[in-house]
């Protein structure tokens, strides 16, 4: 707390004149926009500020857990001046996203998103509508195009391989980090750019860093988004994360435009050809609507969400994965022998062949239930007024989903802190029909559109990577489950020691 203090004071020194300035005019707009609905119940806020202190470092995803037990699974932060309602368990989840799922299908606009997506012209960010829908429509298309041929599979044999035999010459306990971002960052690479970059690429690894900084100090997010009057002298947390973005953006347009000059429309090279051909057939048809929900900006934005998205969370989830079956040496003897008998003397299985590989399957299920890398997802804003239970929501209301909360849900898993993949098996040992309680990549019309591809990207790499290798903790060393991050879902970094299994 006397650190959250000290920083309130600091930001309050920096810009005292504006704060004093924009203070009535920030309380007269929180008044106004409390109006009498019969709003979820939460814990007791300060005037302004509302509930911001008691969330400042800490895991709000499991502080939200605690207050669940006071307020039920329904409840109202507020954040500064902005409510917020949580869903702490799957039936009001399902409920919201799923049964009422255009009411809540909205996002909340913010200043800080419309400052990294250009105005707000991305998929993940952008306001439920036309332009979200056809760009999405759009991206899905182009995906599955990618993956429904042999590129995809090409693609993973290729980074794979190049990757293990980097591995092989490590001799000392060593970060697997590196080498889990270079696959996962080649792979979204090829698919979108039909690039592979070096371990020692510069801009590889400054955009891997870039990343990092996002997930590790975004922290509670951005004063800008919650007190206005900061807007006009951002702070210097601000000016580093759009100096971040900018960097990416750069990356991800030079590339774009080197499409551009190279494009043939009868040749579909990657995911930014798609894309391209489909700005090209909205020129053709001369209709003005669709050319102003499709300009160079959308575009280069649903790239954007594409390449980060998909290098980020995968990554991040191949860390926890091969963490944890390092802690589980059982585990791990299973994998082996699971895919020592569907691959023989390959590295790379056949998309194919997934389906003999059940139990690495439910490692990679029970991995993302355990430490879930978005545990409150994105944000969700209702496009009317409705209702949630006995409760009224108004239109506008920030909403978000405790994952986290769903996935270590006493009432739907048993023993939700054990790593457990049989959990994921049925009695004759095949993968089981998917819980309706497991949802990394949440439920309804926002959830995450990566998931056709994360899911067969990550087993084929697990199975690859356990044919390869035995990876094991140092000898003496404990493994550190426990996760990092308020809004996110970190491992802390650690240390393996490999031994090849092809030799």
Not at 262 to 281: G, H, N, V, W
Not at 473 to 478: A, C, I, K, S
Request: with cysteine; glycine share 6%.
């Amino acid at each position: 707390m006397g650190g959250t203090l000290e920083s309130l004071s600091a930001i309050v020194l920096e810009y005292r004149t504006t704060l004093i300035l924009g203070l009535g005019l920030a309380v007269m707009v929180y008044l106004m926009n409390r109006k009498r609905h019969k709003l979820p119940p939460g814990p007791r806020g300060l005037p302004l500020l509302g509930n911001i202190l008691a969330i400042q470092n800490v895991s709000l995803y499991r502080k939200l857990s605690q207050w669940e037990k006071q307020f039920g699974p329904v409840m109202t932060l507020d954040l500064g001046p902005i409510p917020c309602v949580f869903l702490n368990n799957v039936e009001v989840v399902q409920e919201a996203f799923v049964q009422k799922a255009v009411a809540f299908a909205g996002r909340p606009m913010t200043f800080s998103g419309k400052a990294f997506t250009e105005g707000g012209k991305d998929i993940a960010f952008t306001d439920y509508g036309a332009t979200w829908q056809l760009h999405r429509k759009l991206a899905l298309r182009a995906l599955k195009y990618y993956m429904k041929g042999e590129k995809f599979q090409d693609t993973i044999v290729e980074v794979m391989e190049a990757v293990a035999a980097e591995m092989e010459t490590e001799t000392e306990p060593f970060d697997i980090y590196r080498y889990i971002n270079l696959t996962i960052f080649n792979i979204i690479s090829k698919i979108c750019f039909d690039e592979k970059f070096s371990s020692d690429n510069e801009e590889f690894l400054e955009f891997c860093k870039g990343l990092d900084t996002f997930a590790e100090e975004v922290g509670n997010g951005f004063l800008e988004d919650v007190f206005p009057p900061i807007r006009l002298y951002p702070t210097a947390k601000f000016r580093k994360f759009k100096k971040i973005q900018d960097f990416m953006l750069g990356f991800l347009y030079k590339r774009i435009n080197v499409h551009k000059e190279t494009f043939s429309p009868d040749t579909q090279r990657d995911f930014t050809d798609a894309m391209l051909i489909a700005q090209k057939e909205a020129e053709a048809e001369e209709n003005p609507e669709l050319l102003a929900q499709i300009t160079n900006t959308h575009l280069g934005q649903t790239i954007s969400d594409v390449f980060q998205a998909g290098v980020d969370t995968s990554r991040q989830t191949l860390y926890w994965t091969v963490l944890y079956i390092a802690a589980h040496p059982e585990v791990q003897a299973k994998l082996h022998a699971e895919v020592d008998s569907v691959l023989c003397q390959r590295r790379v299985p056949m998309l194919s062949e997934r389906h003999k590989l059940p139990y690495t399957e439910a490692v990679l299920y029970e991995s993302m239930r355990m430490a879930t890398v978005a545990p409150l997802s994105l944000p969700h804003s209702t496009t009317c007024d409705t209702t949630l239970g006995d409760y009224e929501i108004p239109k506008g209301t920030m909403v978000m989903a405790n994952l986290f909360a769903i996935h270590h849900d006493p009432r739907h898993w048993k023993e939700p802190e054990v790593f457990n993949p049989e959990r994921f098996l049925d009695d004759s040992g095949r993968f089981a029909p998917k819980p309706e309680s497991w949802m990394p990549f949440s439920v309804g019309k926002r959830s995450c559109m990566a998931e056709a591809l994360a899911k067969p990207e990550l087993h084929l790499l697990l199975a690859s990577f356990m044919r390869s290798f035995e990876i094991r903790l140092p000898d003496g060393v404990t493994p550190d489950l426990e996760p990092q991050g308020s809004f996110t879902c970190l491992p802390k970094r650690y240390k393996v020691v490999i031994k090849n299994r092809l030799v």
